[in-house]
């Protein structure tokens, strides 16, 4: 199967921290990268779409100047928390695709990065 | 209505036995679907991808009803470690490229 590498798998910071997140795609050319973030005992939730090249088009709620999004190439997307503060602390997940197009394929998702923010 | 649901479970089942869960989706255009695996603290994990009537592998199997609109995950003799959370995933038909998750269903096996 596809493999998707994310880094790193934690990270223990103090609050105001920058905290950046790695999103690589091993064995195929990742058009469209997705970022999640996922709290206890909840499902996940689509922070922001990122496409090779262009500008991240991010979820009603997210602050696209606290998390910023990087896809400057078709194997990498890169998450940063500026300024971290505790509430940031959760567990984010990237995943790759080939992009949109029928049939559809499914997403892979990369091994997430556990946040803690004291 | 929402997109996609799923019983939250859990569903308790011992080793050995063959358990299923369904996913309803309300819009019938919808043609590709997901199951993944989620354990705790862990990504998610495809288990198989369906765009016709079904999909098998080895012990799994799903199954596409279009006209009732949901899709069937069968386990059949069931192992400790398919103890999990299983979440159904569609694409977005919104215009939007995203996906839509089920909430997922807990599947624990019991000894």
């Known amino acids: 199967g596809a493999v998707v590498s994310q880094h790193p798998s934690r990270v223990i910071c103090k609050s105001g921290t920058s905290v950046k997140i790695e999103c690589r795609s091993l064995d195929f050319q990742a058009t469209t990268m997705f970022w999640y973030r996922q709290f206890p005992k909840q499902s996940l939730m689509l922070m922001a779409t990122?496409?090779?090249?262009?500008?991240?088009?991010?979820e009603q709620g997210v602050e696209k100047d606290k998390f910023l999004i990087n896809h400057a190439s078709l194997t990498l997307s890169t998450l940063t928390v500026t300024s971290a503060h505790p509430e940031d602390s959760s567990f984010y997940i990237c995943?790759?695709?080939?992009?949109?197009?029928?049939?559809?394929?499914?997403?892979?998702f990369g091994d997430g990065t556990r946040l803690s923010i004291l | 209505r929402k997109e996609v649901e799923q019983d939250p479970g859990p569903f308790n089942v011992p080793e050995g036995a063959t358990v299923a869960f369904n996913c309803t989706y309300s819009?019938?255009?919808?043609?590709?679907f997901f199951w993944y695996r989620q354990d705790c603290r862990k990504e998610p994990k495809l288990l198989m991808s369906?765009?016709?009537s079904g999909n098998e592998d080895g012990r799994f199997t799903a199954q596409l009803n279009r006209a009732s609109q949901y899709i069937s995950l069968l386990i059949r003799d069931s192992k400790l470690s398919d103890s999990a959370t299983y979440l159904c995933?569609?694409?977005?038909?919104?215009?939007?490229?995203?996906?839509?998750f089920g909430t997922g269903t807990r599947l624990k096996v019991l000894a």
């Open positions: 369906v765009y016709s």
């Open positions: 990122s496409n090779e090249g262009s500008k991240a088009t991010y």
């Open positions: 819009n019938s255009a919808s043609q590709s």
């Open positions: 995933v569609t694409p977005s038909l919104s215009g939007t490229y995203k996906y839509i």
């Open positions: 995943s790759a695709t080939r992009g949109p197009g029928q049939p559809y394929q499914p997403q892979h």
